[in-house]
C-alpha cells in the first residue's frame, strides 16, 4: 500500500494526513527515532521544560521522552485522526501528556509559555516547495513558533536541510537566535523504513535559541557546528554553517552510492581530514570495485599502502589500482594512503584508525560485523619523504 502523496504539496493538507493516518496504525518514524535523537534531545530538553511538539503525526518520539522524565509535553497536529489515536493510545499511561487537533499555522496558545518546541519532519512536509503560497506557511508557522517560545527558549528542528531549506532558515534565524547544527547518524542496520522518506540526505538537527531582543543593539549573530567528535566550533557567518550541512550531506550522498558495488568506474577518492594537520589530509580511501567473477577471496578488504609508495604506478593510476584489486580478487578494495605531514604510529595503530571508516564504505549486503582482511605490502607503515620540491615562480 503505498502512503506516498502523488505531489509533495500534499503534505500541506489536512486531509492527506487524515488518510494517511486511517491507513497506518503503526508509528511511521520520520528522521530517526528516539534512540537515535536522544543524545542530542537531553542536552537541549531539560526534564522540567515544558514542550510543544508540533506535527506530533504517530510517531514514539514523545512516549519515549515522557518516559526518559520529560512529561510536560503539549503535542498538536493537524490530523484528527492521528492525535485521537494517540491520545488513545496514551491517555492512561502517560496522564500528563496531551495530544489536541491544532494548526501550527494559528495555534491557540498564549505568547512565550514553551520552552522547548520540538519539530521532526514537520517542516518538511509543509516547506514541500518554494511557491510563495508555501514559502508564506513556513513564515507563519516560524512566527508562530517565535512567538508561543519563551526567551531562552529553544527551537529544535529536524530536518533534511535541502538546499531551499536550508537557505530560509539560516536567513530567518542568524540574527537574534543561537544557532547550533548537528548532524544525526543513524543507525544504519535498521534504517530501511528511515530510508524511504531520509533518502541519501543525511538528519540535521538545528538547535534555535531565542534571544532577548533589544531594539537599540543590532541583534548578535551566534552560528554553531557539532563535530562527530562532540567538538562544537564556532563559525564566523552562515557560510561556514552551509559548509558543514554540504559536506554532510555530500558525504551521506557518496556513501549512498558506494552501497551498489561499480567494477566500471575508476576509484572513488575520499579524503579524510585531521584537525591536527589542517592542511593535508590524514588518509585518502580509494574504492575500487571489481566483477563478483573475480572476487574470489570475498566480498570487502583494505589495503594500507606505506608511505612513500603511494605515488608509485599501482598505487595512483586507475588502472595499476584495477590491477591490485583484481589480484587481490576482493569484490571491493577499499586502498589507504597517508599524506607527508602527519604521525601515524605503527601498522597496528593505522589499522584501528582506518576501520570505522572503511566499514561505513560496504556494499549493501555485507554484513556490518564482517572481519575486515587488512593486506598491505608487508613493510609496515613506511617512510614518506619529499623527493623534488617546486617553487612557485
Ligand atoms: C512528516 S510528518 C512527521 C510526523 C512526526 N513528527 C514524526 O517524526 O514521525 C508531518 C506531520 O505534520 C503534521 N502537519 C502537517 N501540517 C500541519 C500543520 N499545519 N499543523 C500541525 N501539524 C501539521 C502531519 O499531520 C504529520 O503528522
Known amino acids: 500500500m503505498s502512503l506516498l502523496p502523488v505531489s509533495h504539496t500534499q503534505f500541506q493538507l489536512k486531509s492527506y494526513w487524515d488518510q494517511f493516518f486511517s491507513k497506518r496504525s503503526t508509528p511511521f518514524e520520520w528522521y530517526g527515532q528516539y534512540t537515535d535523537l536522544c543524545h542530542i534531545l537531553h542536552k537541549y530538553v531539560k526534564i522540567t521544560s515544558k514542550t510543544l511538539v508540533v506535527g506530533c503525526g504517530n510517531s514514539k518520539l514523545s512516549e519515549d521522552m515522557y518516559d526518559a522524565g520529560i512529561t510536560d509535553i503539549t503535542n498538536i497536529d493537524i490530523s484528527e485522526v492521528v492525535v485521537k489515536k494517540m491520545g488513545a493510545r496514551n491517555f492512561e499511561k502517560r496522564a500528563k501528556m496531551s495530544f489536541t487537533q491544532m494548526d501550527m499555522l494559528t495555534m491557540t496558545f498564549d505568547d512565550c509559555v514553551f520552552e522547548c518546541v520540538l519539530d521532526k519532519g514537520t517542516l518538511d512536509a509543509i516547506y514541500s516547495n518554494t511557491d510563495d503560497e508555501t514559502v508564506a506557511k513556513v513564515r507563519c508557522m516560524w512566527e508562530e513558533i517565535r512567538r508561543v517560545l519563551k526567551t531562552g527558549g529553544r527551537y529544535v528542528c529536524i530536518t533534511l536541510a535541502q538546499q531551499h531549506i536550508l537557505n530560509s532558515l539560516l536567513e530567518t534565524f542568524s540574527s537574534g537566535w543561537l544557532v547550533r547544527t548537528h548532524k544525526v547518524t543513524l543507525d544504519d542496520g535498521k534504517r530501511d523504513e528511515k530510508r524511504e522518506v531520509a533518502g541519501t540526505l543525511p538528519v540535521i538537527v538545528f538547535i534555535l535559541t531565542k534571544m532577548a531582543s533589544l531594539p537599540a543593539k543590532p541583534a548578535m549573530k551566534v552560528l554553531e557546528v557539532v563535530r562527530e567528535d562532540g567538538r562544537c566550533e564556532r563559525c564566523e557567518d552562515t557560510e561556514g554553517v552551509r559548509r558543514f550541512v554540504n559536506a554532510a550531506q555530500q558525504h551521506s550522498m557518496l556513501l549512498h552510492h558506494l552501497k551498489s558495488v561499480h567494477p566500471e568506474e575508476t576509484g572513488i577518492r575520499v579524503q579524510y581530514w585531521s584537525e591536527k594537520v589542517p592542511d593535508v589530509p590524514r588518509y585518502t580511501f580509494i574504492v575500487v570495485d571489481v566483477p563478483k567473477s573475480k572476487a574470489k577471496n570475498g566480498l570487502f578488504a583494505i589495503f594500507i599502502v606505506p608511505q612513500g609508495r603511494e605515488g608509485e604506478w599501482i598505487f595512483s593510476s586507475d588502472s595499476g589500482l584495477k590491477g591490485l584489486a583484481e589480484q587481490s580478487c576482493y569484490h571491493r578494495l577499499v586502498v589507504v594512503t597517508m599524506h607527508l605531514g602527519?604521525?601515524?604510529?605503527?601498522?597496528?595503530?593505522?589499522?584501528?584508525?582506518?576501520?570505522?571508516?572503511?566499514?561505513?564504505?560496504?556494499?549493501?549486503?555485507?554484513?556490518?560485523?564482517?572481519?575486515?582482511?587488512?593486506?598491505?605490502?608487508?613493510?609496515?607503515?613506511?617512510?614518506?619523504?619529499?623527493?623534488v620540491r617546486v617553487c612557485p615562480q
Open 342 to 387: 602527519h604521525q601515524y604510529g605503527d601498522l597496528h595503530q593505522v589499522k584501528h584508525e582506518v576501520t570505522g571508516s572503511a566499514l561505513a564504505m560496504l556494499q549493501s549486503g555485507v554484513p556490518s560485523n564482517i572481519k575486515l582482511p587488512i593486506l598491505s605490502t608487508g613493510e609496515g607503515v613506511g617512510e614518506g619523504c619529499v623527493c
